[in-house]
């Protein structure tokens, strides 16, 4: 029992960092209807901005939380605006294709400047003591894991739904021409939503840092994947939908590692998706609507 | 398109060249070299490229020893060694050991630090029955091939799997464990090997492997199976893998609070490894490796001395070592040859027994692989600590 939930925990913490970057390729795609795969790199850009902040410049988690999470929006801007803004009404194969090799750039951009090998998060930059809670051994890591997910999550949640800019996001990915006819400003309104995610992403890289220690250029490859299967099983473009799907692919997965398919987890991962497309092709929270003809 | 074809054409001409002089220098091999008081031994290492830093500290240990040997000679003469650069490729391993045979006239060579490398040049050894010794090849099919010994071949350091049996002596007899979990890296022969070679071992000194779990190279997180390890209470783990994962699994099994003692054996040796895993989560881990500094044999801290007065105070690793002792094992064999003949090299280094290195005594098995003490490191607060040494049963 005591290992369960022992799992359970393990899960938990795997899944808040899916679901934190998860909330950017959905929200993108919510808008824009772009699997931005370039945002595990974004995620991977976030976790050395951090490292070099705690690193170099000496300063706390919390700061170089949020330097990391100003740098990310900018450069998710940047991305935006210099490889998507142009292609928008070009097909989405075409946005598809770009956003593959804004990854790869992205990728092999940072091994050219700071070379491939990997760097160790300081230890010490959290100290925090783990505590017992019934023989269950939960450490300071994971609960701030959580706990920063939980609160960037409400902050979305408020953002989206309460605020002006909330709103023309909401109005662009229900109809991008009848916002801007609404006097919505749609360029302005994308960059924002462009912003957000890779925050959200830069955020999940300092997390990442801090709980796994070791980073390097090619560290967001597999969690970005993993995070698109999150937002696909949630519903791609449902807000909710990205933070149940992460959390509940972090417990499946430790789940499978615990029965011992250790070996099997990323292939279980996949089969999700595999699964999910098949069975409910819009995600557990996702609505059907009718093609509009 | 056109230039491609043209390298194309270019390689391949490169190639029959090799092959042409490969076959030329059979006929005059068998002479070795011996010129002017002088018996020519090559270097084949891997001085630049990848691994750059394991040919450079091997090239370290050589030339301090064989400034040693040469303060006497071998019979009044004189080795002198003939370096090849082979750039950490397999390629130029290949091309450095058909210049070394053919022009240079080498009668053995010394070469190179991975087991990749040396296994490109055994077909030239084997065919131009020139000695070949390699000081850090620990592959265990180097020597041995589909079965077939490959006489010509040699190594100077233990083979992977005795790794394993001497973690496995060491947890039965010295720490008194009596269950212990594996945690392997399905994706790393080395890492297999290891682990069947403790399991074994450890059954047979009346231990028993309570469970055993499995990660892959590059992942991050391994929380789910050190759960598992833990439900089943080991009063060990042995996680034979390389340092990037490794530094991640000891820091996360402490924070799982898997306090029992944890260990490796050379793959973990890396200054990487301190970084990833935290000062304080290594404390209580161990490691078996080739040869260690801190050892207080005579013959080890001797030539610790004289290897600080040659490098300004560096102290030596492993490489260090092994370079050192392959000079001594070729120097030994030449000089019970009486000879500078590559046949009669191969013949005495193969009759080796109990010569006595930094490394170890060295005695060969029939593989050519050496039977040969083993030291135990513990990590103390990030720094490695001379434990003890365990010798093969």
Partial sequence: MEQFIQQLVNGISLGSIYALIALGYTMVYGIVKLINFAHGDVFMVGAFIGFYSITILDLGFFPALLISMAACAIFGVLIERIAYKPLRNATRIAALITAIGVSLFIEYGTIYLRGAQPEAYPNDAVPLKSIELFGVKISGQSILILAVSIILMIVLQFIVHKTKIGKAMRAVSHDMDAARLMGINVNNTISATFAIGSALAGAAGVIFGMYYTKIDPLMGIIPGLKAFVAAVLGGIGMIPGAMVGGLLLGVIEALVSAVGGSLWRDAVAFVVLILILIFRPAGLFGKNVREKV | MRKRKLAGIFMSLMAAAGVIAGCSSSSSSGGGSDEGGEIKIGANLELSGGVASYGQSIKEGIDLALEEINKEGID?????????????????????????????????????????????????????????????????????????????????????????????????QDLKVKTAAIFIDSSSDYSKGLADSFKEKFEAEGGKIVTQEAYVAKDTDFHSQLTNIKGKNPDFVFIPGYYEEVGLIVKQARELGLTVPLMGADGWDSPTLVDLAGKEALNNTFITNHYSSGDDDAKVQEFVKAFKAKYKDKSPDAFNALGYDSAYFIADAIKRAGSSDPKKIQKALAETDGLELVTGVMKLDKNHDPIKSAVILEYNDGEQQFKSKVDPE
């Fill in chain 2, 76 to 172: 009044g003469k004189k080795i002198k060694l003939v370096t090849y650069d082979n750039k950490s490729e397999a390629p130029e391993a290949i091309a450095g050991a058909t210049k070394l045979i053919s022009q240079d006239k080498v009668a053995a060579i010394i070469g190179s630090a991975t087991s990749g490398n040396t296994k490109a040049q055994i077909e030239i050894a084997q065919s131009n029955s020139t000695p070949l010794l390699t000081p850090t090849g620990t592959a265990s099919d180097v020597t041995v091939k589909d079965g077939k010994l490959n006489d010509f071949v040699f190594r100077t350091c233990f083979i992977d799997p005795f790794q394993g049996t001497v973690a496995a002596q060491f947890a039965a």
